[in-house]
């Protein structure tokens, strides 16, 4: 099956992501020839600097390709049917989900935030048994790993559950496996009272917009029952002072 990955930096992570270990070991840990690996640039101070790295990356086989989301932002809104005003503050935290979506060519995405990982002990089939859910559900919309090995968590949200996964509502932009043809749907006009459960600060975000969509279509989610995704929010302190003796751990923060 072809599969796009694609993961996204700004100011504030680029250094961490781009020139550390952390990125190649995500990729690998992922088990998969992909069509494409692709990097999207967003909000940075020095863009030529962070270009120069890279396309570094690019030569050593990190990555494919690089985008900057600024190129194709109205584009991809007015595609969507979207606006900066739609979105609100949601537009700084989901433009370069809804830039990479409509400019990706593969039948499969698999999204990872900057600041998520994968858990070093992942099963190695993970990613198959996400397409294949996927390839035999059009009601699974999006197939994600447990979050930070809360399985307890994810039992407890499910509807109904087999060998493999559990199925139920909810959607993370930390990470998702999603048909991208799904989500090249104008899909994000939708409003669910229980999407109010996100953060009042990210605005109408991708996230809050998707699981909307998803609730009022009585759409699931596939979690992955044998594998978990790690993630932590980056802080300045943490990004800058612990870099150097962060580059050689398998699962970086």
Same mark, same amino acid.
């Given at each position: 099956?072809?599969?796009?990955?694609?993961?996204?930096?700004?100011?504030?992570?680029?250094?961490?992501?781009?020139?550390?270990?952390?990125?190649?070991?995500?990729?690998?840990?992922?088990?998969?020839?992909?069509?494409?690996?692709?990097?999207?640039?967003?909000?940075?101070?020095?863009?030529?600097?962070?270009?120069?790295?890279?396309?570094?990356?690019?030569?050593?086989?990190?990555?494919? /390709?690089?985008?900057?989301?600024?190129?194709?932002?109205?584009?991809?809104?007015?595609?969507?049917?979207?606006?900066?005003?739609?979105?609100?503050?949601?537009?700084?935290?989901?433009?370069?989900?809804?830039?990479?979506?409509?400019?990706?060519?593969?039948?499969?995405?698999?999204?990872?935030?900057?600041?998520?990982?994968?858990?070093? +002990?992942?099963?190695?089939?993970?990613?198959?048994?996400?397409?294949?859910?996927?390839?035999?559900?059009?009601?699974? /919309?999006?197939?994600?790993?447990?979050?930070?090995?809360?399985?307890?968590?994810?039992?407890?949200?499910?509807?109904? +559950?087999?060998?493999?996964?559990?199925?139920?509502?909810?959607?993370?932009?930390?990470?998702?496996?999603?048909?991208?043809?799904?989500?090249?749907?104008?899909?994000?006009?939708?409003?669910?009272?229980?999407?109010?459960?996100?953060?009042?600060?990210?605005?109408?975000?991708?996230?809050? /917009?998707?699981?909307?969509?998803?609730?009022?279509?009585?759409?699931?989610?596939?979690?992955?029952?044998?594998?978990?995704?790690?993630?932590?929010?980056?802080? /300045?302190?943490?990004?800058?002072?612990?870099?150097?003796?962060?580059?050689?751990?398998?699962?970086?923060?």
């Amino acid at each position: 099956m072809s599969v796009t990955f694609e993961t996204k930096v700004w100011e504030n992570d680029w250094k961490l992501i781009m020139n550390t270990s952390r990125l190649r070991e995500t990729i690998n840990l992922c088990h998969y020839n992909f069509d494409k690996k692709v990097l999207y640039i967003n909000n940075v101070n020095n863009r030529s600097l962070v270009e120069n790295t890279a396309n570094t990356m690019i030569e050593n086989g990190i990555i494919d /390709k690089f985008i900057n989301v600024d190129e194709f932002s109205e584009l991809a809104l007015e595609y969507f049917n979207l606006n900066k005003n739609i979105l609100g503050k949601g537009y700084y935290y989901s433009i370069a989900e809804l830039v990479s979506i409509y400019l990706t060519e593969t039948k499969y995405l698999l999204h990872f935030s900057s600041d998520t990982t994968l858990a070093h +002990e992942v099963a190695h089939n993970w990613l198959a048994s996400g397409i294949e859910v996927l390839n035999t559900n059009t009601n699974v /919309k999006v197939f994600n790993l447990a979050w930070n090995h809360d399985y307890n968590a994810a039992k407890t949200e499910s509807e109904y +559950e087999d060998s493999e996964c559990y199925y139920g509502y909810g959607f993370s932009d930390q990470m998702y496996l999603i048909r991208t043809a799904d989500f090249k749907q104008r899909i994000y006009e939708y409003y669910d009272k229980a999407s109010e459960r996100y953060p009042r600060h990210g605005g109408e975000s991708f996230e809050k /917009k998707v699981d909307s969509w998803m609730r009022q279509n009585h759409f699931l989610r596939a979690t992955f029952k044998h594998s978990s995704y790690i993630h932590h929010n980056f802080s /300045k302190i943490r990004l800058f002072n612990n870099i150097a003796v962060r580059l050689n751990r398998p699962n970086l923060f």
